[in-house]
């Protein structure tokens, strides 16, 4: 991330994909500046149903879903990721960002 005051410096923000990151410590900063959101992601954030998704579709690859021990091996993963969108969901509502619809290709 760039500062736009001082672009010659990087800004380290310490998120990094980590899954054990605490959800008290999550920095939006990275979010700074995005004033709105598909609508149909919010609402597969919002139906509660991102987990089931992810499973089905991480299925689709047997040699990454058998490497990973099947859903017994990304339970903990993917409990994670679902509460991460929940987080994300309630700063979307909280500041009360913009929803667009997609744009068909």
């Known amino acids: 991330m760039v500062r736009s005051s001082d672009p010659s410096h990087l800004v380290y923000i310490d998120n990094a994909g980590n899954l054990q990151h605490p959800e008290d410590k999550l920095n939006f900063r990275l979010l700074e500046g ?22 089905k579709s991480l299925q689709m690859d047997p040699v990454f879903w058998e490497s990973q021990g099947g859903a017994q091996g990304l339970k903990q993963v993917l409990q994670t990721l679902e509460q991460r969108g929940q987080v994300l969901l309630g700063h979307i509502q909280k500041h009360n960002l913009t929803l667009f619809r997609d744009e068909d290709p």
Do not use: H, R, T, Y
Request: net charge negative.
């Open 34 to 55: 995005i004033d709105g959101f598909p609508e149909s992601a919010v609402k597969v954030l919002a139906s509660g149903c991102l987990q089931n998704m992810l499973l």
